[in-house]
Each structure stands twice: as structure tokens, then as C-alpha cells.
């Protein structure tokens, strides 16, 4: 939900500018991209719900993510750092990684719009529905998300069909999903360390947080009951000036929904 909160924060907040005026069908290609990226950082940790998604072929990859962000953790420390094995919450959380991420996406996009763009919807929509559905159906859950984001990838290439989707706003999307996790990741856990390779407080990977009192448990109270329904709320507002500016939704012409 996070993920979907800064792409329509950002293509609303941004109605100047081309990210601001994409047409609809860009807009939800972008939006399920930017769900599924806000999941994608914790591809670094093969025994999480999200390694799970494809089932053994995700958790392979996973565990490659793994091996190299612990690599590059235990090469690239300070004395200061942590002894922890860096693995997780690594390469994959940091700023680094969501430019290059997005760099990845345009260019990839950009060379084949017809194959490639269909194979990033599945994988994304995979992601998009394991985070959005974690405790559904555990058994065959690889097949029913394989099933679904097939679904929902044919489902906005037929729709698409007839509109070129622009490759820079699908990089900006998953580049904006990655930051959103790292921004719950700093609120929720021991921080993130986004800001790689810069040395703070004689550390290269410097946990990223706010004052313990703006932190909060995840899956706790406040996550659930506050934090949880706002970003939903936000995430529908914003979505909705965002679609306003791309003109879809008629019956929203008289409102002025970002009153700036
Ligand atoms: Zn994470």
C-alpha cells in the first residue's frame, strides 16, 4: 500500500510535469509496478513470505541477492558497522539500489516494449499480490499468485495495447515503490541503511531512522490500527488527483481534490 501511496503521491503532487500527465492505462501500469516494487528490497532475505511468491525459482534468486548484499556488506564496512552478516537489509536498501533499479526498468522497457514490459507486469504483479495477500491459500500459494498476476498482466496488456506506456515513468515507479520501503522499514524496524555508500557517524552503512518515539512495531497496534488505514486512505485521495489529472474520471471535474 505504501508503494501505491508515492505513485499517486508523486504523479499527483506532480501535474506540471510529464510524470504528472501520463495518460490512464501508463498511470495503472505504473501503479502496479510501484506496489510490487515497495517489496521488492526484501528479495534479499530467502526466507521471506516475498522470496515465496514463484515459489523455488524466486527463492533461488533470493538467495543469490542474499550471498552478494553480504558480500558487498562485509567488504564495504566500517569499523563502526554492525558484525552482522549483512545479507539482508543490505544492497537492496539503498538509495543506490532504487536508481539503479529504475535505470534498469526504463532501459529494459525501453529496448522491448512488447516482451519486455508483459514479463516485469508478471513479475511485479506477483509481488503486488504475496504482499497484499500473505496469509492466502499457504499451500498452493506459488500457482494461485503464478495464476493471478498472469491474470492481471494479460488483463493491462490488453488495455495497453494501444498506447505506448512511457519507460521512464515505469522506472520512476519502481524506483518510487523502493524508497517507500525503506521508508517503513526505517519507521518499523532498526532502521534502513538507504544512504550506502556515504559514511555517517563513522559508518558506511548508517541506519537510517527517525527518534525511537516515531518508530513503531510491525504487524503491532499502531501499524494496524493508525499508520495502516492512513496510508490507505492517502494512497485512494492522491490516487484520485492523480487520475483526475489524466482526465478519466469525469465525475470528479468540478472537485478540486489537491486545493495547493
Ligand atoms: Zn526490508
New binding site residues.
Partial sequence: MSGLLAWSAVTALAANHPIGQLNVQSWAVGAVLATGAALL??LDHPGSTISRTFGAISQGFSAGINALSSVVYRTTRLKKDSKRDGGH?GLT?TLIFAVFAAVFTTTVVQTSQKWALPVMMFLFAGLAVRGIMNDWCPRQDALWITLVSGGITWAMIAWTARTDASAAACGIAVGVGCVA?YVG?AITEQGCPMLWPIPIAGKTWFPVAPPKILRMKTGGVVEMAIVGPIVTILAVWLGLAALQNTGVLPFLRGFDLLPL
Avoid: S, T
Wanted: hydrophobic share 0%; aromatic share 0%; proline share 17%.
Fill in positions: 528490497p526484501d537489509r536498501h520501503h522499514d
